[in-house]
């Protein structure tokens, strides 16, 4: 059974930092799979924000984050990061860390491609 923990939101002023952290258990060994941020603000749909597969170095990201977040993972940590610089009031929401045996490609921001769904971890950028 697959868990999914984020971690590390919080409230920062606009300008500030955040990273938050993801792990996910019971990924079954050998398999290729993406881990993705989304992210929803009040009454907006759930937003792709950016993705890494586990077996290539690509990357993704949406728009409105390129050139302030950045997606890493630590493989021995099994962990992967989103560094938010330059947080911006908009960024404002709940974001989520999501799983599954797939590679990011095209299609990575859908939510319907993720079966796998941490809690969730606040983010709230405001002075």
């Known amino acids: 059974q697959v868990h999914v923990v984020e971690s590390g939101g919080g409230l920062v002023q606009p300008g500030g930092s955040l990273r938050l952290s993801c792990k996910a258990y019971g990924l079954p060994m050998n398999y290729d799979y993406a881990k993705a941020w989304f992210r929803q603000a009040p009454d907006k749909e759930r937003e792709g924000v950016s993705c890494?597969?586990?077996?290539?170095?690509?990357?993704y990201y949406a728009d409105s984050v390129k050139g302030r977040f950045t997606i890493s993972r630590d493989r021995a940590k099994n962990t992967v990061y989103l560094q938010m610089n330059n947080l911006k009031s908009e960024d404002t929401g709940v974001y989520y860390c999501?799983?599954?045996?797939?590679?990011?490609?095209?299609?990575?921001?859908?939510?319907?491609?993720?079966?796998?769904w941490g809690q969730g971890a606040q983010v709230t950028v405001s002075s």
């Open positions: 890494i597969s586990n077996s290539d170095d690509m990357t």
């Open positions: 999501a799983t599954d045996l797939r590679l990011c490609g095209s299609g990575w921001n859908d939510p319907s491609g993720f079966d796998f």
